[in-house]
Every structure is written in C-alpha cells, then in structure tokens.
C-alpha cells in the first residue's frame, strides 16, 4: 500500500510540474528569462550591455532567440531552413545565398527581403527590411519590427477589456470560459491583441506542428495590414467552398470529407468555442461554416517562397520550383525544407504528382 502510495505522489509531482514549469504558460513568465538586473554571473546578458529594459539580448528579438533560436520543437530560427513549424522558418529571410527563382523562363535572384516577416534581431544577424519600408497594405514600420510587434511577452490580453482585471492562470485563447477561480485565460501563443483580439486557435504542442484554426486570425492579421480587407484584395471571410473536400490533386477528385483536411492549404472551421478544435483532424468542409484566411495561403513567419507563401507561386508546375531544381542543391542537401506539412517534409512528386499545379486550386479547382 505504501508503494502504491508513493507511487501516486510520485506521479502527481510530475503531473503538475509539467504546468508549473511551463515558462509561457499563459501569461508573463519569470522575469529572469528574458532580464537581467544586474548583468550577473549567474544570469548574463548575451547581447548589449546597454540593451534596453535590461533584456538578456540586444533588443527584443534578439532576447526571444536566445531561447527560441535553433531548429526543432519550439525553435524558429534554424541554421538550415530545417525547421516544420506551422510559423514557418525566420533562415528564410536571413539566408544570404539566395537561389535563383525561374519566372516564365526568365531567371529573378530570390531575396530574403521577400520571404516573410523580417524581425530585427542583431544578435542573430536578422535586419529589417530595406525594401518594404511599411508592413505591405498598411504603414507600421519595418524599422522597429520585432516578435514583440506580434507577441506579447508578457501575455497581457484584453487591452482595454479585461487587461489586468484578473490573473492569467491558463494557457491559451481557446474561447472556452475561464476558470471558475476568478482568474482568465492567455493569449494563443501570447498574440499581440492591441489590433484585434487573438485568434481562436490550437496546435498539437510547443512545436506548433499541427494547427487546428477556429476564428478571428485573419481580423488579426489585418491589424497591420490593413488595406488588404478591401473589397478588390482576395477576402478572408468567404466560406470555402465544398470543391475542397474532393481535390486531391491536379487531376484527382476522390478525396472525401473525412480526410480532405491538406495542411499545406488549412482553413479555419469558424468557431469560436477552442474546445471543438482537434490539431489532428483531418476533416474538410463539414459545416458550411469553415472559411479561409491569411494562414491558408501564408506563414505567420517565413517561408522559402515571396511573401512567405506556403507553396511556390511562380511556376506552372510545383515540381519545377525553383529550390528544388535551380541552384540550391547545397541548401537542400544541408537540411533545408521548403515544403511540408504536419512536421513533415512534403515530395511534392509522391504526395501530388509530377504535374501538380498551384494549390490555390484546393478551393479553385481550376486544373
């Protein structure tokens, strides 16, 4: 009995300590994580002594890479274009040797001022960008961009509702009601909501691997990018259509609703109730409701292709993408990934055919 005692208490330590351990765990971490106060032995700054507010880097970026910097589980930033995170990859916009791109016939050097989001992070050797002076459709400036433009580390929500009303005790803003304790739900992965209130939303873990979306991320999106609501631009709102459940591929028509869901072309299922999400479902357009969104065409990071596309928008077959057949050879054969799903790398020819065209048709079948 005295084991079987021990047993349980034994396991109830690691139980909660799996939660009382977690540093984002809805909220504002410790603040030695990301602060020194005195620049001490015991917890040194990595970048500038004259950082400021005493973070642990050179600027705020820089202080989220000391810890989120590398490649896999909750890392962003590999040396290799390795990483399968649904946000995608910050080597993209960092990486120097840029491939060639073959645009109807004609070869365009790629450039990393065109991959995605480029955080200034001095000590990882990520600059803004020069090209983009605004976020692209609206007028923040790429000067003082950072993971702290869209995350907020310290997990605040609410701003001006229920901003510190009420202690965070749990992690992230999956629309369910809040403990019955008096205290409130995070943030999903602490987003900024100083724009819009932060998606509903949940991944299978840090990694972020799977993603299963419910409502509200494109609303957020357009916090910066404000122009692209109008009623010229693509919408974000439109529901997707049933088409999507039987495009398998260019050509192939037999999938069925169960298994429709393509990671590479997700969408969100229009609820706002987290607790009806499951990262690893696979089902399609189920319930009218499912509607597209910035995500289903972009990574929140970066990617291989412009403007952080989730596939290759310039050629007329993907398997003619330029990364997987220009001069990228070294890229490739180092680790980089430009293409998967679910945490895995996608072959383009194996999971789609040689002759697969753009996945806008997903929703378009137009091939």
Not at 22 to 49: E, I, L, Q
Not at 140 to 155: K, T
Request: negative net charge; charged residues 10%.
């Amino acid at each position: 009995m005295k084991t079987k005692i021990l047993l349980a208490l034994v396991v109830s330590v690691f139980i909660l300590g799996g939660n009382a351990f977690a540093f984002h765990g809805g909220g504002v971490a410790h603040c030695d994580g990301c602060h020194s106060m005195h620049n001490s032995a015991d917890n040194p700054r990595t970048g500038s002594a004259l950082a400021p507010s005493l973070m642990k880097g050179s600027d705020p970026s820089s202080t989220c890479l000391n810890c989120h910097n590398g490649a896999g589980g909750y890392h962003i930033n590999s040396p290799n274009g390795a990483n399968k995170n649904e946000g995608g990859d910050f080597f993209w916009v960092a990486e120097t040797s840029i491939y060639d791109v073959n645009v109807r016939g004609t070869l365009v050097p790629n450039t990393p001022m065109n991959q995605g989001h480029n955080v200034i992070a001095a000590d990882f050797t990520l600059v803004e960008d020069t090209t983009n002076l605004v976020a692209p459709g609206g007028s923040f400036p790429s000067n003082i961009l950072g993971c702290n433009s869209c995350h907020d580390p310290h997990g605040q929500v609410g701003t001006g509702t229920r901003g510190g009303s009420a202690a965070i005790s749990v992690s992230g803003s999956y629309g369910a009601a809040d403990p019955v304790d008096g205290s409130i739900h995070g943030n999903y992965r602490i987003l900024e909501d100083s724009f819009a209130t932060a998606p509903v939303a949940r991944a299978n873990g840090s990694s972020g691997t799977s993603v299963d979306y419910g409502s509200g991320m494109s609303t957020w999106c357009l916090g910066c990018h404000t122009q692209y609501s109008a009623s010229n631009m693509h919408p974000t709102a439109d529901p997707v259509p049933v088409a999507y459940n039987a495009y398998k591929a260019s050509g192939n028509f037999t999938g069925v609703v169960a298994t429709a869901k393509d990671a590479l072309v997700p969408f969100e299922r229009g609820v706002t109730d987290g607790s009806l999400l499951n990262p690893a479902s696979t089902a399609g357009v189920s319930t009218g409701t499912e509607t597209v969104m910035c995500l289903t065409c972009h990574r929140a990071h970066a990617s291989a292709f412009d403007n952080a596309l989730r596939w290759d928008p310039n050629h007329e077959f993907l398997a003619d993408s330029g990364i997987l057949n220009e001069a990228t050879t070294t890229l490739l054969s180092n680790g980089a990934v430009p293409y998967y799903a679910l945490g895995v790398a996608v072959d383009i020819v194996a999971t789609y055919g040689e002759w697969q065209r753009s996945l806008c048709n997903k929703c378009h079948v137009q091939d």
